[in-house]
């Protein structure tokens, strides 16, 4: 820490505007983040207060009191969606990086038929907005029965066409020797995936980490569509109906303020973590 | 254990004309040192990566210790590879790069420990074992690539280039290393190499590539005192022999090599070989070593002297020995001197040939006519 003060003593003026300039900016980049930690804790009387203040006066946590009281009034309580969310979540981020790496690690380093044909159709697919495809999905999901369970949250989001394409251009850069001496060393197909292949791609897989947790995580669609029995519906789900429904309603706004904060933490622990994790691995990897 | 059959390989790349391994027809034996040398694309790390089983064998067949081994995947022929970068696993250890191909081979674990311990003090990096592949130097990572190789204890050790990515010094003295660890070990060794002077300083055999086919297989002492052709004769040797386009004629019965600047008679032992007839009176190119051209400040006295007026271009020196560079016509040969001779650029001088030295090769074919005639 004091070396770092002591480099910035050191600075020359340019570097020195720089270091203003950019601190400045993250500053302001970060004001809707402090506004929604701030505005979760104001007591009722300073939500409404005009003009609106940027930091709470007088902290409370009666936002989040009265945001579990009301979860639990209802049917399901607020725990369930919460609970729902987690094995949702912990699913599908699972299962995209085990179907993305295979299929990256596959298409990246084996040469087969038809291979320039799968990839193409992958990039194709990016194209597609998920609502064009709403319907399609909808009759599949019901189609194999998956209405009212997990793995019809998990289903639609399975193939991340993204995170393969990012794979894949990510497995492609490490070196075929690494992998062919893998092969002399005796490893099979499945060994040299798991001991190389998964390993060297982590910064890979960290990001599409992040990727899928914010859109799963976020995601209200397949609790919309696919999800008839409210107890199967997630805490994004909740939260945007609870949101929706108090748009217009003045007592409510402790609890939309509450919720917002709840919703939003996950997102950013989250997004610390693995960014450390991108960073650590690129410095470690070793690969020129 | 350990002797390898090349019969009659071929590898062919879909969509070219021209096979990358061509009739590749060898036998190595047992603890031999191989050395596959050669210029880029000349086929022999293809060959290389048949024999560890990364590239499909076109045609022919390859044994080991007798067992036919096209089909054989790479874990199951008993050998281990040195690549040119090294490849080392990034995100293990030195040791885990070491026990891996151990560890796969369901080793046990205490067993796994002391080999590991036994190849790390052989290269003497025992106490880097904890380390990341990325905190090592270049040296570093290729004795931790070579103790992976080691610890495994295969029949073959394959190495391509695995010298090429360090310094001079430092490759001069692994060099020496790894000729000491295979009179040790003992294990039949393939090593590919571009560079002429690893093969002649490793080899206990030779072999000479140039686009796919083999030009030669020898030692180091007869790839140098008989080269089979003009490629090997050039490729071997530095720096290179030189070459001189000729004809061979009859004069009052003794042949002669001759062309527009000289006329040398053939040596005996030479004629004999070539025999009388009048096959032999055709276009040549004559090749001699720069240690066997003869100078001279001047031009001897008499006709049938041998020597040829040229003048001096420039003068290399090397330390132990200096090469003088002549020019006599458009003909350019390289001489070694003792660096005491005085010789300076743009003087006169004469050069001449150690007639018993000289190589004779056909200039259309380029095949050796020494060769030719055994």
């Given at each position: 820490?004091i070396?770092?003060?002591?480099?910035?003593?050191?600075?020359?003026?340019?570097?020195?505007?720089?270091?203003?300039g950019?601190?400045a900016?993250?500053?302001?980049?970060?004001l809707?983040i402090?506004?929604?930690?701030?505005?979760?804790?104001?007591?009722?009387?300073?939500?409404?207060?005009?003009?609106?203040?940027?930091f709470v006066?007088?902290?409370?946590?009666?936002?989040?009191?009265?945001l579990?009281?009301?979860?639990?009034?209802?049917?399901v309580?607020?725990t369930?969606y919460?609970f729902?969310?987690?094995?949702?979540?912990?699913?599908?981020?699972?299962?995209?990086?085990?179907?993305?790496?295979?299929?990256?690690?596959?298409?990246?380093?084996?040469?087969?038929?038809?291979k320039a044909l799968?990839?193409?159709?992958?990039?194709?697919?990016?194209?597609?907005?998920?609502?064009?495809?709403?319907?399609?999905?909808?009759?599949?999901?019901?189609?194999?029965?998956?209405?009212?369970t997990?793995?019809?949250?998990?289903?639609?989001s399975?193939?991340s066409?993204?995170?393969?394409?990012?794979?894949?251009?990510?497995v492609?850069?490490?070196?075929?020797?690494?992998?062919?001496?893998?092969?002399?060393d005796?490893?099979?197909?499945?060994?040299i995936?798991a001991?190389?292949?998964?390993?060297?791609s982590?910064?890979?897989?960290?990001?599409?980490?992040?990727?899928?947790?914010?859109?799963?995580?976020?995601?209200?669609?397949?609790?919309?569509?696919?999800?008839q029995?409210?107890?199967?519906?997630?805490?994004?789900?909740?939260?945007?109906s609870?949101?929706?429904?108090?748009?217009?309603?003045?007592?409510?706004?402790?609890?939309?303020?509450?919720?917002?904060?709840?919703?939003f933490?996950?997102?950013?622990?989250?997004?610390?973590?693995?960014?450390?994790?991108?960073?650590?691995?690129?410095?470690?990897?070793?690969?020129k | 254990?350990?002797?390898?059959?090349?019969?009659?390989?071929?590898?062919?790349?879909?969509?070219?004309?021209?096979p990358?391994?061509?009739?590749?027809?060898?036998?190595?034996e047992?603890?031999?040192?191989?050395?596959l040398v050669?210029?880029?694309?000349?086929?022999?790390?293809?060959?290389?990566?048949?024999?560890?089983?990364?590239?499909?064998?076109s045609?022919?067949?390859?044994?080991?210790?007798?067992?036919?081994?096209?089909?054989?995947s790479?874990?199951?022929?008993?050998?281990?590879?040195?690549?040119?970068?090294?490849?080392?696993?990034?995100n293990?250890?030195?040791?885990?790069?070491?026990?891996?191909?151990?560890?796969?081979?369901k080793?046990?674990?205490?067993?796994?420990g002391l080999?590991?311990?036994?190849?790390?003090?052989?290269?003497?990096?025992?106490?880097?074992?904890?380390?990341?592949?990325?905190?090592?130097s270049?040296?570093?990572?290729?004795r931790?690539?070579l103790?992976?190789?080691?610890?495994?204890?295969?029949?073959?050790?394959?190495?391509?280039?695995?010298?090429?990515?360090l310094?001079?010094?430092l490759?001069?003295?692994?060099?020496?290393?790894?000729?000491k660890?295979?009179?040790?070990?003992?294990?039949?060794?393939?090593?590919?190499?571009?560079?002429?002077v690893?093969a002649?300083?490793?080899?206990t055999?030779?072999?000479?590539?140039?686009?796919g086919?083999?030009?030669?297989?020898?030692?180091?002492?007869?790839?140098?005192?008989?080269?089979a052709?003009?490629?090997?004769?050039?490729?071997?040797g530095?720096?290179?022999?030189?070459?001189?386009?000729?004809r061979?004629?009859?004069?009052?019965?003794?042949?002669?090599?001759?062309?527009?600047?000289?006329?040398?008679?053939?040596?005996v032992?030479?004629?004999?070989?070539?025999?009388?007839?009048d096959?032999?009176?055709?276009?040549?190119?004559?090749?001699?070593?720069?240690?066997?051209v003869?100078?001279?400040?001047?031009?001897?006295?008499?006709?049938?002297?041998?020597?040829?007026?040229?003048?001096?271009?420039?003068?290399e020196?090397?330390?132990?020995?200096?090469y003088?560079?002549?020019?006599?016509?458009?003909?350019?040969?390289?001489?070694?001197t003792?660096?005491?001779s005085?010789?300076?650029?743009?003087?006169?001088?004469?050069?001449?040939?150690?007639?018993?030295?000289?190589?004779?090769f056909?200039?259309?074919?380029?095949?050796?006519?020494?060769?030719?005639?055994?």
């Amino acid at each position: 820490m004091i070396a770092r003060l002591r480099r910035i003593r050191s600075a020359s003026p340019f570097q020195a505007v720089l270091i203003g300039g950019f601190t400045a900016l993250a500053a302001f980049m970060s004001l809707p983040i402090i506004f929604i930690f701030s505005h979760a804790f104001k007591p009722q009387n300073e939500l409404f207060l005009f003009p609106p203040r940027f930091f709470v006066q007088h902290p409370t946590l009666r936002n989040f009191e009265s945001l579990f009281l009301h979860a639990s009034n209802a049917t399901v309580p607020f725990t369930r969606y919460l609970f729902n969310s987690i094995v949702v979540l912990s699913l599908t981020l699972a299962s995209v990086i085990i179907v993305s790496t295979m299929a990256a690690y596959v298409l990246a380093k084996y040469r087969f038929h038809f291979k320039a044909l799968i990839l193409s159709m992958i990039t194709l697919s990016l194209m597609f907005a998920p609502e064009t495809v709403s319907i399609p999905r909808y009759l599949i999901v019901s189609g194999i029965g998956l209405n009212n369970t997990y793995f019809g949250h998990v289903l639609p989001s399975l193939a991340s066409p993204v995170a393969v394409f990012m794979l894949v251009g990510f497995v492609s850069q490490i070196p075929n020797d690494l992998i062919e001496a893998a092969k002399i060393d005796g490893a099979g197909h499945v060994g040299i995936f798991a001991r190389i292949v998964l390993p060297l791609s982590a910064p890979a897989i960290a990001t599409i980490s992040i990727l899928t947790f914010q859109t799963v995580w976020g995601d209200v669609e397949t609790s919309t569509l696919f999800m008839q029995k409210e107890a199967m519906r997630t805490l994004a789900f909740y939260v945007n109906s609870l949101l929706s429904g108090l748009q217009n309603n003045v007592a409510g706004q402790n609890m939309a303020a509450a919720a917002g904060l709840l919703i939003f933490i996950p997102n950013l622990i989250i997004f610390l973590l693995f960014q450390r994790k991108v960073l650590e691995s690129m410095v470690h990897s070793g690969i020129k | 254990m350990g002797s390898i059959t090349f019969n009659h390989v071929f590898k062919r790349y879909k969509g070219e004309a021209r096979p990358a391994v061509d009739d590749f027809h060898l036998s190595i034996e047992e603890g031999e040192f191989l050395v596959l040398v050669g210029p880029s694309g000349c086929g022999k790390s293809t060959t290389l990566r048949m024999l560890a089983g990364l590239e499909e064998i076109s045609s022919g067949e390859l044994y080991m210790d007798g067992k036919f081994i096209n089909y054989v995947s790479p874990k199951d022929r008993d050998i281990a590879m040195v690549f040119q970068n090294y490849a080392l696993y990034p995100n293990l250890s030195v040791f885990e790069n070491i026990a891996l191909g151990l560890k796969l081979r369901k080793t046990a674990k205490h067993e796994i420990g002391l080999r590991v311990n036994r190849v790390a003090k052989i290269l003497e990096i025992s106490h880097l074992l904890e380390r990341k592949p990325s905190q090592l130097s270049g040296g570093q990572k290729q004795r931790v690539a070579l103790g992976r190789a080691i610890a495994r204890e295969p029949q073959v050790f394959l190495m391509d280039e695995p010298l090429s990515n360090l310094d001079a010094k430092l490759r001069a003295q692994t060099r020496a290393e790894l000729i000491k660890l295979q009179s040790d070990l003992k294990r039949t060794t393939v090593y590919v190499t571009h560079d002429q002077v690893e093969a002649m300083t490793m080899g206990t055999r030779i072999v000479v590539m140039k686009d796919g086919v083999i030009q030669q297989v020898a030692p180091p002492r007869k790839l140098y005192d008989e080269p089979a052709n003009l490629f090997v004769a050039g490729f071997i040797g530095s720096p290179q022999m030189n070459f001189i386009p000729g004809r061979i004629q009859r004069e009052d019965g003794t042949l002669y090599f001759a062309n527009r600047r000289m006329k040398l008679p053939l040596p005996v032992e030479m004629e004999r070989r070539l025999g009388g007839t009048d096959r032999s009176l055709r276009s040549v190119v004559l090749g001699v070593r720069p240690e066997h051209v003869r100078l001279s400040a001047a031009l001897p006295e008499g006709e049938d002297s041998g020597y040829t007026a040229a003048v001096v271009q420039m003068k290399e020196e090397t330390g132990a020995d200096s090469y003088v560079y002549l020019l006599a016509g458009d003909t350019r040969v390289i001489a070694r001197t003792d660096p005491e001779s005085a010789y300076q650029p743009e003087e006169q001088a004469a050069f001449g040939f150690q007639m018993d030295k000289i190589h004779l090769f056909d200039e259309s074919s380029g095949v050796s006519l020494r060769r030719e005639q055994a």
